[in-house]
């Protein structure tokens, strides 16, 4: 079973920033749709932000609009989730996906119901 492989994430105050990576498939790149999903025990795994590979073109919750940005690596097939001026509620456990299928196009991504490879999941903890 394809898992994307990702890195990062860690301990911060508020107000500080981290970074996470993800590895994409290979096959798939650049024709697929990347996400970051978040989750916090108890609560219902939410989608942060989606790109689409091929175009680059991104998206974000309102709750991390102006704070997080994607970047990729096409000569890597790795994509970077920047994470500036954190809050404490950023404090989750951050997970990476992807999807691809024929015909994909950059509005796809944002069916965060779609996205079915995931990473292991990785912390990211902000302190107050």
């Known amino acids: 079973q394809v898992q994307l492989l990702e890195s990062g994430g860690g301990s911060v105050q508020a107000g500080g920033s981290l970074r996470l990576s993800c590895v994409a498939p290979k096959y798939a790149y650049p024709s697929l749709c990347m996400g970051w999903f978040r989750q916090v025990p108890g609560k219902l795994r939410e989608g942060v932000a989606t790109?689409?590979?091929?175009?680059?073109?991104?998206m974000f919750t309102d709750s991390v609009k102006g704070r997080f940005s994607i970047s990729q690596d096409n000569g890597k097939n790795t994509v970077y989730l920047q994470m500036d001026s954190l809050e404490p509620e950023d404090t989750a456990k951050y997970y990476c996906?992807?999807?691809?299928?024929?015909?994909?196009?950059?509005?796809?991504?944002?069916?965060?119901?779609?996205?079915?490879?995931w990473g292991q999941g990785i912390q990211v903890t902000v302190s107050a």
């Open positions: 996906a992807a999807f691809w299928t024929p015909g994909l196009t950059a509005p796809m991504c944002a069916n965060w119901k779609a996205y079915n490879t």
């Open positions: 790109v689409y590979i091929a175009s680059g073109s991104t």
